[in-house]
């Protein structure tokens, strides 16, 4: 018996503390916080009690684990009703909401159906009605289809960098705030109390939404077997386990939390899927179905061996940046029912929760770039045509610390290649950019935080 009062003692302990960590205690916080005299080994053995009764579960976060007690995991009803409150949803959507809701132990172990793929057919099937596409297409339209792609979100991208990085990172329970992921972006500076793997997953939010901002003129850059593995590799840089997984295919079989939906796991079977997944993604031909197909289809499928949801949020928007279109950023979406709409997809292939959430989430999104838009104007068509060559000369002249004298040489000697009637004009551009240059708009030339404040102390000397 007194064995027994010990090792219960034990676990309420271990509980006690993962109470004290919303976002996820990891061993170091147990062993610190417990008090008890007992090895790391013996921690772990005791965790996976835990986690095996469903008392707790556990998260990847970077080479190590965050464990949660299962009913902060949980959502309460007052929760839901508060996200209802906020999002309204269809009779359909409520009604499979309370199938969803019910205890983990009265819902039925599902896995994967290929047929809800596979019975899909583009352009001829469709989640989105016909309503729901015009709205979207009022919503989204920038009154910039005929520029280059990707014009219209590198005229807002410091704010979609900043908010779409902010808010799938929150979406993942990442703790940095608007501000702070504002300060991490423009200016390089980490929050000192936020840990390193929060750091890292918004940095590479960034570099994701760079990489489908600067490429997407390129025809690479689209719903396919590049791109979204790119965009996972980017993503998952330095938070997996196995550094090795970064943008590959999922050899491992993986398990959902508080799902009783249990993915893929032959790595021969996700192959074919992610292919036929990639390859009905392609032939869809409105950009609003297109991205939805993608945000159902790439989570249920868990491709990868975790960060699924993030590339899915990310990859959702490549058929709006392609397009001129106003991105999607998650703003102020509920996390919960984001998750409850994803559980909906996994355990029972319904997609009408997902919907409401993706229509009201699409409308905050397109308001919030639609006031953005007014505040910048129409695009310069000068700056459009040489876009690249004054990309090309500022990071030149800021990386080489140049002075207003050595800058004027540098232009003068550029501009040599600048067809002769836009030399001038192409010169006067790139001053006026230099002069006008500050910290929240010299990331667009692929100048770093420390190559900024080097140079500025140089431009000054003269």
Request: hydrophobic share 35%; net charge neutral.
């Amino acid at each position: 018996m007194e064995n027994i009062n010990n090792e219960l003692n034990i676990l309420k302990a271990i509980k006690a503390v993962i109470k004290e960590y919303p976002n996820g205690a990891q061993i170091k916080d147990i062993l610190e916080k417990s008090n008890l005299n007992i090895s790391r080994r013996t921690i772990l053995r005791k965790l996976e009690i835990l986690e095996k009764n469903k008392e707790i579960t556990s998260r990847k976060a970077g080479r190590s684990s965050r464990y949660f007690l299962t009913e902060e995991q949980g959502i309460s009803k007052e929760q839901i009703e508060k996200s209802q409150n906020v999002i309204p949803l269809s009779e359909e959507s409520k009604k499979i909401l309370e199938n969803i809701r019910k205890p983990i132990e009265q819902r039925t172990p599902v896995g994967y159906h290929r047929e809800f793929l596979e019975n899909y057919i583009p352009n001829q099937d469709s989640y989105l009605n016909e309503t729901d596409k015009k709205l979207l297409a009022d919503l989204g339209n920038t009154n910039q289809l005929k520029y280059p792609a990707g014009t219209y979100a590198r005229e807002i991208l410091n704010r979609l960098l900043i908010d779409l990085s902010w808010n799938s990172s929150r979406m993942e329970g990442n703790t940095y705030s608007l501000l702070e992921t504002e300060r991490l972006i423009l200016l390089g500076k980490s929050a000192d109390e936020k840990s390193n793997t929060e750091t890292q997953m918004i940095l590479n939010h960034k570099g994701a939404i760079e990489f489908l901002v600067e490429n997407a003129e390129d025809e690479d850059i689209n719903i396919n077997r590049y791109t979204i593995l790119s965009l996972h590799g980017i993503l998952s840089d330095n938070l997996l386990p196995d550094p090795t997984a970064s943008g590959r295919l999922r050899r491992i079989s993986v398990g959902i939390n508080k799902s009783v939906f249990t993915p893929l796991g032959i790595p021969q079977s996700i192959e074919e899927m992610f292919n036929l997944m990639l390859n009905k993604a392609q032939q869809i031909k409105d950009p609003y179905e297109q991205m939805f197909f993608v945000m159902v289809h790439l989570p249920y499928l868990q491709p990868f061996d975790d960060v699924n949801k993030r590339v899915s949020r990310l990859a959702a928007n490549i058929p709006l940046i392609k397009r001129n279109l106003a991105p999607l950023s998650f703003i102020d979406v509920p996390n919960d029912i984001y998750v409850y709409g994803l559980l909906c997809v996994y355990e029972l292939n319904r997609i009408e929760l997902l919907k409401d959430v993706f229509i009201w989430a699409y409308k905050k999104s397109s308001d919030r770039y639609s006031a953005v838009q007014q505040s910048i104007g129409k695009p310069d068509e000068f700056r459009l045509k040489y876009r690249n060559e004054l990309r090309t000369i500022i990071n030149k002249i800021v990386t080489a610390n140049n002075t207003s004298k050595q800058a004027s040489e540098s232009i003068r000697q550029f501009a040599i290649n600048i067809m002769e009637e836009d030399r001038s004009k192409f010169s006067e551009l790139v001053e006026q950019e230099l002069i006008s240059l500050h910290e929240g708009s010299f990331a667009r030339y692929y100048i770093s935080p420390s190559e900024f404040k080097s140079w500025k102390e140089s431009w000054q000397k003269g």
